[in-house]
Structure formats: structure tokens, C-alpha cells
């Protein structure tokens, strides 16, 4: 048992959550919340997550190094080719969809369907079929439930400018390289709740099409992937700027959460936060978003200012989520899409978890018993 989850009379010491508890060891990435910090594989999240392509992140994660010009052009035309998406699996998320489950619930369901077909021979393949295939699912499903007619896969296009394209958004240059700094940005974070459902499946032994989908599952629960819907809700709510202080003013005084702000990791302002502010800047510049986005810096200097007026003993930053919110505002997106975006991006460090776990122990914490004792059967 690890010491840190033992008294000093030996006995099993509680840790609500697990939190402080160390149950793996992983050279993916590291979160320095005291400092504000991000490493993924050696590299400061700010470090590159605007100057590379998402396929060259997965490389990263998976083989601890980023790719040459030759390794990048391999790791992509493997993602192309490692797509499952048969007729068979677009007839079950069509069932779905008129069944009026939701895209994350067709998410799930279509990560699932990633086992049908042709065996996989190794782990590594699967891994590369989840990471190309969930975007593919992702627009389908929106399209259909939009009543709009699906767009089929560009297998010229990156992953995400073929995201966009099928769901009918022109991908222009600045809107990919937002998404590819957002999926960077998002594609690990430690043993969060997502990321370790995937460690404890694939630790024993399971495929890691079972992983992805128990872990999709994972981030559909509130509170772990529903953060940036309700900080954008916030922005449009309030409207203009002149509303901004006596909305968010009514908010704190009433008790209520301002959405976008705190983390319970980050005691500083998250790394990430400052990655997606500069990425949703560049993307800002074009000229029908730009009253949007001033409307949401006065928001957020609004909010810091009450925060600190309010809770002074407490740092209370801007997160990751605000910002997302606004990337992904940015690049046409309804906040419906918000959560299977962002598990599309995840998709990555799930993966890279799963691998690395396959090579230890099963993982098999221990439980206190607070039960009855002593009891007999008559």
C-alpha cells in the first residue's frame, strides 16, 4: 500500500476522491497547480500547443518525442487509414440519433461500435482508430441532428480540417489552426476522472475500444465536462458591457458559481487558460467577431475585479473553460458540441494513458469498511 495513504498506526487513511493519493506513474504529463503549470512529455503546454498540428501532439504523446517532417507525414496517413466507419456503424448512430440520444451519449455509443470489423492486431492500431474516428462520429451525428444530410470524410484533409469540413464549416486556415491549438491545449491533463476510468479498464488487460468508451462516459458527467456550455450562457445572459457588474454582482451575492473562473487544481492562473485567451485573440480578428469577443474581456476583467472584491482570501483566475467557450464560439460551434469536442481532444492523452498502463499492475485501490459487524444469520 502506498505510505501516503497510511496513518501512523498502519490503518487505511480516507482521501475523499483519492485526492492526494498518487496511483500511477506517467511520463504523459505533469500538473503543477501550486506553480501554474503544464508539461506534456517534457514540453510547457504554452511551449507548442499554437505551433503544431494535433496528429503531431498524439505522436508526442504516444512516442515521447515529436515527429520529424517524415514521421509526421507517416502519423498522418496512418490516422487516415486507421478511420473505422462503416455503413454498419453509420446505420447504429442513425438508430441513436432518432432515438434522441444526445451527441455525447452517440459518442459513447459510436466509440463502442469502433469494435466491429476486422480484428485489431495490437493495441497501438486501436489507438490510432479512436483518435481519427471520434471526429468523424462527432459530425455525423450533429449533422443528423441538425436534419441536415451527413458529410462524408475528406482523406485529403488534416484531422481538423476534416473536422470542420464535415460539419459544414469552411475550414479556413485561422479557424484550423484554433482547433488544432484547442485539441492541443485540451489532449492531457493527469489522472483526471476521464483519463484514469480509461487506466483502470485497460489495466486489465481490456481492448482500449472499451477504454475510450468507458471514459467518454466518464466526461459526460457534469462535473467533469460540462464547464464551457454555461461560461459562454453567462457571456450572452449579461449582453453588453454596461450589464456586466450588476450581473455578475447579483451572481456572488446570491452564492451562485461564476462559471469560467477557479480551479480546483490551479491556486494560480491555469496555463491552458493563457494558451487559449492568445488563440481565441488571433481567431477574434475577424471583423463580425469582434464585439463578441469585447464583450467577453470586459466579462472576465469585470469578474476578476469582483472576485477579488468579494473573496479576498481566495486566487480565483480565469480557467481553461472560459476560453473555450469563446475558441470554440469562435469557430461556429454550439454549445452542444462543447463536451464531445473536447473528448475528441482528450482522446489523445486517453490513449497514451492506456498504453503506458497496459505495461503495469491492475489497478485495485482499497475501500474502508464502514459497515455493521459481527451480525449472524438466524
Same mark, same amino acid.
Given at each position: 500500500?502506498?505510505?501516503?495513504?497510511?496513518?501512523?498506526?498502519?490503518?487505511?487513511?480516507?482521501?475523499?476522491?483519492?485526492? =492526494?493519493?498518487?496511483a500511477v506513474?506517467?511520463?504523459?504529463?505533469?500538473?503543477?497547480?501550486?506553480?501554474g503549470? /503544464?508539461?506534456?512529455?517534457?514540453y510547457?503546454?504554452?511551449?507548442?500547443?499554437?505551433?503544431i498540428?494535433?496528429?503531431?501532439?498524439f505522436?508526442?504523446? +504516444?512516442?515521447?518525442?515529436?515527429?520529424?517532417?517524415?514521421?509526421k507525414?507517416?502519423?498522418?496517413?496512418?490516422?487516415?487509414?486507421?478511420?473505422?466507419?462503416?455503413?454498419?456503424q453509420?446505420?447504429?448512430?442513425?438508430?441513436?440519433?432518432?432515438?434522441?440520444?444526445?451527441?455525447?451519449?452517440?459518442?459513447?455509443?459510436?466509440?463502442?461500435?469502433?469494435?466491429? =470489423?476486422?480484428?485489431?492486431?495490437?493495441?497501438e492500431?486501436?489507438?490510432?482508430?479512436?483518435?481519427?474516428?471520434?471526429?468523424?462520429?462527432?459530425?455525423?451525428?450533429?449533422?443528423?441532428?441538425?436534419?441536415?444530410?451527413?458529410?462524408?470524410?475528406?482523406?485529403?484533409?488534416?484531422?481538423?480540417?476534416?473536422?470542420?469540413?464535415?460539419l459544414?464549416?469552411?475550414?479556413?486556415?485561422?479557424?484550423?489552426?484554433?482547433?488544432?491549438t484547442?485539441?492541443?491545449?485540451?489532449?492531457d491533463?493527469?489522472?483526471?476522472?476521464?483519463?484514469?476510468?480509461?487506466?483502470?479498464?485497460?489495466?486489465?488487460?481490456?481492448?482500449?475500444?472499451?477504454?475510450?468508451? =468507458?471514459?467518454?462516459?466518464a466526461?459526460?458527467?457534469? +462535473?467533469?465536462?460540462?464547464?464551457?456550455?454555461?461560461? /459562454?450562457?453567462?457571456?450572452?445572459?449579461?449582453g453588453?458591457?454596461?450589464?456586466?457588474?450588476?450581473?455578475?454582482?447579483?451572481?456572488?451575492?446570491?452564492?451562485?458559481?461564476?462559471?469560467?473562473?477557479?480551479?480546483?487544481?490551479?491556486?494560480?492562473r491555469?496555463?491552458?487558460?493563457?494558451?487559449?485567451?492568445?488563440?481565441?485573440?488571433?481567431?477574434?480578428?475577424?471583423?463580425?467577431?469582434k464585439?463578441?469577443?469585447e464583450?467577453?474581456?470586459?466579462v472576465?476583467?469585470?469578474?476578476?475585479?469582483?472576485?477579488?472584491?468579494?473573496?479576498?482570501?481566495?486566487?480565483?483566475?480565469?480557467?481553461?473553460?472560459?476560453?473555450?467557450?469563446?475558441?470554440?464560439?469562435?469557430?461556429?460551434?454550439?454549445?452542444?458540441?462543447?463536451t464531445?469536442?473536447?473528448?475528441?481532444?482528450?482522446?489523445?492523452?486517453?490513449?497514451?494513458?492506456?498504453?503506458?498502463?497496459?505495461?503495469?499492475?491492475?489497478?485495485?485501490?482499497?475501500?474502508?469498511?464502514?459497515?455493521?459487524?459481527?451480525?449472524?444469520?438466524?
Amino acid at each position: 500500500m502506498n505510505a501516503n495513504a497510511v496513518n501512523m498506526f498502519g490503518e487505511n487513511k480516507y482521501s475523499p476522491g483519492l485526492e =492526494g493519493i498518487p496511483a500511477v506513474k506517467t511520463r504523459i504529463s505533469k500538473v503543477d497547480g501550486i506553480n501554474g503549470k /503544464l508539461v506534456i512529455a517534457g514540453y510547457p503546454i504554452e511551449e507548442f500547443a499554437e505551433k503544431i498540428d494535433f496528429e503531431e501532439t498524439f505522436f508526442l504523446l +504516444l512516442e515521447d518525442k515529436l515527429p520529424n517532417a517524415e514521421q509526421k507525414k507517416r502519423i498522418v496517413d496512418d490516422l487516415i487509414n486507421a478511420r473505422r466507419f462503416s455503413p454498419v456503424q453509420r446505420k447504429i448512430l442513425e438508430s441513436s440519433v432518432s432515438e434522441n440520444a444526445s451527441i455525447i451519449e452517440c459518442l459513447r455509443i459510436g466509440a463502442a461500435s469502433l469494435s466491429l =470489423g476486422k480484428p485489431f492486431t495490437t493495441s497501438e492500431e486501436e489507438s490510432y482508430a479512436v483518435v481519427s474516428t471520434l471526429p468523424l462520429i462527432v459530425a455525423w451525428v450533429y449533422r443528423l441532428k441538425k436534419g441536415l444530410n451527413p458529410i462524408l470524410p475528406n482523406r485529403e484533409l488534416s484531422l481538423a480540417a476534416n473536422f470542420l469540413f464535415m460539419l459544414g464549416i469552411s475550414p479556413s486556415p485561422k479557424k484550423i489552426k484554433a482547433l488544432n491549438t484547442y485539441w492541443n491545449t485540451v489532449a492531457d491533463h493527469g489522472l483526471n476522472a476521464s483519463t484514469f476510468t480509461a487506466r483502470v479498464i485497460a489495466s486489465t488487460q481490456s481492448d482500449l475500444i472499451s477504454a475510450a468508451t =468507458g471514459a467518454i462516459g466518464a466526461l459526460k458527467g457534469p +462535473l467533469h465536462g460540462g464547464a464551457p456550455g454555461p461560461a /459562454l450562457a453567462m457571456v450572452f445572459e449579461i449582453g453588453n458591457s454596461n450589464s456586466a457588474e450588476q450581473y455578475l454582482r447579483n451572481k456572488i451575492e446570491t452564492g451562485d458559481r461564476l462559471m469560467g473562473f477557479g480551479h480546483r487544481i490551479y491556486k494560480v492562473r491555469d496555463p491552458r487558460a493563457d494558451v487559449l485567451a492568445e488563440a481565441a485573440k488571433e481567431l477574434y480578428e475577424l471583423p463580425e467577431l469582434k464585439s463578441f469577443y469585447e464583450l467577453a474581456m470586459d466579462v472576465e476583467k469585470t469578474a476578476l475585479r469582483l472576485l477579488k472584491e468579494y473573496k479576498p482570501d481566495r486566487t480565483l483566475h480565469t480557467n481553461v473553460e472560459f476560453y473555450t467557450a469563446l475558441l470554440l464560439h469562435g469557430l461556429d460551434l454550439p454549445t452542444d458540441l462543447f463536451t464531445p469536442v473536447f473528448a475528441i481532444g482528450r482522446a489523445a492523452g486517453w490513449m497514451a494513458h492506456c498504453l503506458e498502463q497496459k505495461k503495469e499492475r491492475i489497478l485495485r485501490p482499497d475501500a474502508i469498511y464502514i459497515g455493521m459487524e459481527n451480525r449472524h444469520w438466524r
